[in-house]
């Protein structure tokens, strides 16, 4: 969707005491971070500060005369995607996705994830709220380049990609909750509404310390309902749209999922010495040609779709390893499901008794379920 400056610049019309709320938010997270963090707090907690400022009522767009027509047309679909995650998806009925906001930009965060070069654990930081996790997240590219220059000054793996969305947990409902944004209004149908129901899931359930539980949990969901409006309220060609696009993601995946296993398996060999380091970085180098060879193939059965070149382009351990965060525990989330007798109720109290226990006891349950 083209971006409109001129209805991004409205008047910002926002509730009573927000913003002196918003400023104490401000500046909790400095008291919280150290002074090393203090800077990253602060463009963290500002810009969604700007952010919840430019966002207005999707009733008011839809009611403007000066909004264009197309814009009006995708926010009404993201109502009706909104009620459908509520009414069929037992989601959180809240403020969240009932505002939109134009930021005029492709992104609404850039964020960095690193690895080692002979590993795909990914590096962490650790927040106040969210606990530690394996990306940072900055509002402007330009201080997310530079943090990407200064881990691979320490010799790490890194990947620097844009979000569409991100989720603030429900933690922002009372000052209008996460917004609708530009930066993914104009998905296609059916990947709008995985997107949605993705960060709608984070306000169902986050466990501190464990970005893979999340983000495995959010994707699950995000699959499951989206099969489901698929299946019951999209039209004929959005159902054959986004098939061909699915068909093609879940090829790339399975790809990047035996290269991860091929990689994995390489960095379990000795490197104690610079003999052993020199092995172990032709075995990566020739999966890495492997991986890229065989993405090859897979684009010419799909007829020359370009979509994936930059991903597969940039890939490296990071990259890779951030990709397993949201991967990884899918199958054992849908068997999950499945076993609560696809009682989305149900499957969410399931997931919370599973969260209470200890990390590596959730990881080896949702792993062994589905073998």
């Not at 005491?17 to 090393?36: D, E, N, W």
């Not at 463009?43 to 999707?58: E, N, W």
């Not at 080692?116 to 606990?131: H, I, N, R, Y």
């Not at 983000?215 to 989206?226: D, I, M």
């Amino acid at each position: 969707m083209h971006r409109n400056r001129s209805l991004a610049a409205r008047p910002n019309q926002t509730q009573p005491g927000l913003k002196a709320r918003l400023l104490a938010l401000v500046l909790l997270a400095l008291a919280l971070g150290g002074c090393a963090d203090t800077r990253y707090y602060w463009q963290s907690v500002s810009g969604h500060v700007a952010l919840m400022q430019a966002a207005r009522p999707v009733s008011d767009w839809l009611a403007d005369p000066q909004a264009p027509p197309l814009l009006k047309e995708r926010l009404a679909l993201t109502q009706r995607i909104r009620d459908f995650a509520v009414s069929e998806l037992a989601l959180p009925d809240n403020a969240s996705y009932r505002r939109y906001a134009d930021l005029q930009r492709s992104a609404v965060v850039w964020n960095v994830v690193a690895a080692p070069e002979f590993s795909l654990t990914l590096k962490t930081w650790c927040f106040p709220v969210a606990g530690c996790v394996g990306y940072r997240g900055y509002f402007r590219e330009a201080d997310a380049r530079e943090l990407a220059q200064q881990l691979q000054a320490q010799g790490l793996e890194v990947s620097v990609y844009g979000v569409p969305a991100y989720s603030t947990l429900g933690w922002m409902n009372w000052a209008g909750g996460d917004p609708l944004l530009n930066t993914f209004v104009s998905l296609p149908e059916g990947e709008l509404a995985r997107l949605m129901f993705h960060e709608l899931s984070h306000q169902v359930l986050y466990v501190a310390d464990d970005t893979m539980f999340n983000e495995s949990f959010a994707t699950a969901v995000e699959q499951l309902g989206g099969a489901r409006w698929l299946a019951l309220r999209a039209s004929d060609r959005a159902r054959t749209d986004y098939a061909d696009f699915d068909a093609r993601r879940r090829q790339l995946r399975a790809l990047a999922l035996a290269t991860r296993e091929r990689l994995q398996v390489i960095y379990r060999g000795p490197a104690e010495s610079t003999a052993d380091r020199e092995q172990l970085a032709r075995d990566k180098q020739a999966a890495m040609a492997d991986f890229r060879a065989r993405y090859t193939a897979l684009k010419a059965a799909w007829g020359g779709y370009a979509g994936y070149d930059p991903w597969v382009a940039r890939a490296n351990n990071a990259s890779f390893g951030a990709q397993a965060a949201y991967d990884e525990l899918v199958p054992g989330f849908e068997a999950l499901f499945e076993r609560q007798g696809r009682d989305w109720r149900a499957f969410y109290d399931a997931v919370r008794h599973l969260a209470d226990r200890p990390a590596p006891e959730r990881r080896r349950i949702l792993t062994t379920t589905t073998q």
